[in-house]
């Protein structure tokens, strides 16, 4: 990305909008089963509520090895992996609304 800012920047914005609105989706749905006292063992003993997503911890983590192995193709993986947060993050949104009513 710092490369050729002009052809990565708005991908790499698009992408870190993508993780502060994915990572707020899940504090804000931990936050609501912390209220109503939820808990759950499903992803091992957590201070936090887990919830499942599309996206995790191992695909986040292999997003970034493809980065670093493609790096000529950030605009894309960003734009595509950008989109998959969204989806991820709206997934929780729709869960949380039906879990927590609303």
């Not at 909008?17 to 912390?34: D, K, Q, R, T, W």
């Not at 960003?78 to 969204?86: D, N, P, Q, R, Y």
């Amino acid at each position: 990305m710092l490369h050729d800012p002009s052809a990565n920047g708005a991908a790499g914005a698009f992408l870190l909008l993508s993780f502060y609105v994915n990572g707020a989706s899940f504090l804000g749905y931990a936050i609501l089963a912390e209220r109503r006292g939820l808990r759950t063992a499903s992803h091992g003993q957590k201070s936090l509520y887990f919830t499942a997503g599309l996206l995790e911890g191992s695909e986040t983590i292999a997003f970034f090895v493809l980065l670093c192995l493609l790096p000529q193709h950030f605009a894309l993986l960003a734009w595509g992996f950008g989109v998959l947060c969204f989806v991820t993050a709206l997934a929780r949104v729709l869960m949380a609304r039906r879990v927590f009513g609303g």
